[in-house]
């Protein structure tokens, strides 16, 4: 008689419910902050941001707020270009950070307020503030999304760069970007092929090993054939996969490219409202 080897669904979500409360579950996707704050809706989209933040806010932590960047646009009212680009996503970090710092300091903390401030950066290219072991068993995920976020950003840095010296450029920064996509996450599928590993459970309790990445692994308890194993592994990484959303970085290389001419044509302004 041959071995029943088909993986149920609900071990799968077992195990990646485990990883992902550990923190272990990979992204090395297109942040979602850059591919809307450089794109055709960045203006719209910061209008709202700072909407968002400020309906969060007392009156008095929002004429707080509004003061700070009414001091740090220098005293104007108006950011050329802030609804655009680049800008946009520098004003983003901005508001981001600033109405963390009026919600929860100044003794005006609220009770479901996150203490930790803000990190966007660390957000964007995943640069991890822990031990150098952790530093080093994520180095490929890291230049994945480093790549890709630093990518997006050179792209539209460069295009801002066009829009104020040289408006009728060419454009192929995206289209090369778009051509080494592909490649780049080819390598990334195969990697985590490679690196996810489920050790099974032994005796009762969590004696069972879920690894993510070389040093990046999480105690389990759950019980598998040893002929599942690499079935088991497979689906796991491709759960991890499509988690990640990873096409929205080639889209968005494509939609760069595609509207070069409608991105560079953007001069929506950011006015300061301070009411």
Avoid at 9 to 35: Q, R
Avoid at 47 to 74: C, H, K, P, V
Avoid at 178 to 195: G, I
Avoid at 201 to 220: F, K, T
Wanted: aromatic residues 6%.
């Amino acid at each position: 008689m041959g071995t029943n080897c088909s993986v149920s669904p609900k071990t799968i979500n077992c195990l990646y419910d485990i990883a992902s409360d550990a923190g272990l579950v990979p992204d090395a996707s297109l942040d979602a902050s850059l591919a809307t704050m450089l794109s055709l809706n960045s203006s719209r989209a910061l209008e709202q941001q700072y909407s968002d933040l400020q309906s969060g806010m007392t009156q008095q932590q929002r004429f707080a707020f509004n003061g700070d960047l009414s001091t740090l646009f220098g005293g104007n009212m108006t950011v050329t270009y802030g609804g655009v680009g680049v800008v946009a996503l520098a004003l983003s970090i901005l508001f981001e950070m600033l109405a963390h710092h009026q919600t929860t300091g100044l003794g005006l903390r609220r009770p479901e307020a996150n203490s930790q401030p803000p990190d966007p950066i660390r957000r964007m290219f995943g640069a991890d503030p822990g031990s150098d072991i952790s530093s080093i068993a994520s180095e490929f995920l890291k230049q994945v999304k480093q790549w890709m976020n630093g990518a997006a950003l050179h792209i539209h840095t460069f295009l801002h760069w066009n829009r104020l010296t040289n408006p009728s450029a060419g454009e192929h920064l995206s289209l090369d970007y778009l051509h080494q996509v592909d490649p780049l996450l080819k390598a990334y599928k195969e990697y985590l092929l490679k690196t996810v590993k489920v050790l099974p459970a032994l005796s009762p309790g969590p004696s069972g090993s879920l690894i993510v990445e070389p040093l990046r692994n999480v105690s389990h308890e759950v019980h598998l054939k040893v002929c599942e194993r690499k079935l088991i592994q497979r689906a796991l990484a491709e759960r991890f996969l499509s988690a990640q959303n990873l096409q929205r970085g080639k889209e968005f290389f494509q939609s760069s490219h595609k509207h070069h001419e409608a991105l560079m044509a953007q001069q929506e302004h950011f006015v300061l409202s301070m009411v």
